[in-house]
């Protein structure tokens, strides 16, 4: 008993020593990559921070120390009704952007990875390009076109140009699972007897549902942020939040904005756990029900 009360400290103490002696013996080009990322991660979430705190400051003019928290700034943002309107108006557009992403995305993905056809290639470049083209050249080109065709500005303008930019990334996602697609699936369905749509929609689509959903979440979050090209489409009774934004602290900065930030943090949040949620589930095979 006395030895086994003697060897637990010393046989919890030889890995610390062991890695005090391995971090001492670390080359200075070692310390100073650690140091260099440890200022990367702090020049990159320090502001985040800062949107957080300030968001309960409970004075106009924020200062540190902090007098105390408080949530006036979260209540004067639910009475705004300028920012209330605008993120309805970012909720719906970014809703709707994800929904017809989703309903036009997924055929062009099922037609480009499994058919051949003349100009598949063309297609397929088309499709991809607004990740590359510059918002601002898509915001001009886009408007020249809606105004030939007597389009008025407004929701119209921003659908349809959100739907351009977020459709590359439901046919990415959605391509990406097809090709690892297993078909033996889809031909079991057909030779007990199911005609091809209901095979679509009873097997093929439930499997490849989170590939859908994640590109819509992706187009979400790009329609949501998006403020080049929606100044160009907005009116002002369809003005998105990133404009409201930008304008407000082009007018004055108040904490009510900080409120926003935070908010908008809370959302991206959300999306990136509901896309690790989707990728667990892939790694796992849930995305085919095996």
Same mark, same amino acid.
């Given at each position: 008993?006395?030895?086994?009360?003697?060897?637990?400290?010393?046989?919890?103490?030889?890995?610390?020593?062991?890695?005090?002696?391995?971090?001492?013996?670390?080359? *200075?080009?070692?310390?100073? @990559?650690? @140091?260099?990322?440890? *200022?990367?991660?702090?020049? @990159?979430?320090?502001?985040?921070?800062?949107?957080?705190?300030?968001?309960?400051?409970?004075?106009?003019?924020?200062? @540190?120390?902090?007098?105390?928290?408080?949530?006036?700034?979260?209540?004067?943002?639910?009475?705004?009704?300028?920012?209330?309107?605008?993120?309805?108006?970012?909720?719906?557009?970014?809703?709707?952007?994800?929904?017809?992403?989703?309903?036009?995305?997924?055929?062009?993905?099922?037609?480009?990875?499994?058919?051949?056809?003349? !100009?598949?290639?063309?297609?397929?470049?088309?499709?991809?390009?607004?990740?590359?083209?510059?918002?601002?050249?898509?915001?001009?080109?886009?408007?020249?076109?809606?105004?030939?065709?007597?389009?008025?500005?407004?929701?119209?303008?921003?659908?349809?140009?959100?739907?351009?930019?977020?459709?590359?990334?439901?046919?990415?996602?959605?391509?990406?699972?097809?090709?690892?697609?297993?078909?033996?699936?889809?031909?079991?369905?057909?030779?007990?007897?199911?005609?091809?749509?209901?095979?679509? *929609?009873?097997?093929?689509?439930?499997?490849?549902?989170?590939?859908?959903?994640? !590109?819509?979440?992706?187009?979400?979050?790009?329609?949501?942020?998006?403020?080049?090209?929606?100044?160009?489409?907005?009116?002002?009774?369809?003005?998105?939040?990133?404009?409201?934004?930008?304008?407000?602290?082009?007018?004055?900065?108040?904490?009510?904005?900080?409120?926003?930030?935070?908010?908008?943090?809370?959302?991206?949040?959300?999306?990136?756990?509901?896309?690790?949620?989707?990728?667990?589930?892939?790694?796992?095979?849930?995305?085919?029900?095996?």
């Amino acid at each position: 008993m006395g030895r086994a009360s003697d060897g637990a400290p010393g046989a919890s103490a030889v890995p610390l020593v062991t890695q005090v002696r391995h971090w001492r013996s670390l080359p *200075f080009g070692a310390w100073f @990559l650690r @140091l260099a990322t440890l *200022f990367t991660y702090a020049f @990159l979430y320090l502001p985040i921070v800062v949107i957080v705190v300030m968001s309960f400051h409970p004075e106009i003019y924020q200062t @540190l120390p902090m007098p105390g928290l408080s949530l006036r700034w979260y209540g004067e943002f639910l009475h705004d009704k300028l920012l209330m309107r605008a993120l309805l108006n970012s909720f719906l557009l970014g809703g709707t952007t994800a929904v017809l992403c989703a309903v036009i995305g997924t055929p062009c993905a099922i037609a480009l990875v499994r058919s051949e056809f003349p !100009g598949k290639r063309f297609i397929s470049t088309f499709v991809m390009a607004p990740m590359i083209i510059p918002n601002v050249i898509i915001a001009i080109g886009l408007l020249i076109l809606l105004n030939a065709v007597s389009i008025p500005r407004g929701f119209p303008y921003l659908i349809i140009g959100h739907v351009i930019f977020g459709l590359p990334y439901i046919v990415l996602t959605v391509s990406a699972q097809l090709y690892g697609f297993p078909r033996e699936l889809e031909e079991a369905a057909l030779s007990l007897g199911a005609k091809e749509l209901q095979t679509f *929609f009873e097997v093929t689509l439930p499997l490849i549902a989170p590939s859908i959903l994640a !590109g819509m979440l992706f187009a979400f979050t790009i329609s949501f942020q998006e403020y080049v090209a929606t100044q160009f489409w907005a009116s002002p009774s369809s003005y998105t939040l990133p404009i409201r934004i930008y304008a407000r602290i082009r007018d004055a900065t108040t904490p009510v904005l900080n409120v926003v930030g935070v908010l908008t943090l809370a959302l991206s949040f959300g999306v990136v756990i509901i896309l690790k949620v989707l990728s667990r589930r892939s790694e796992g095979g849930g995305f085919y029900g095996l």
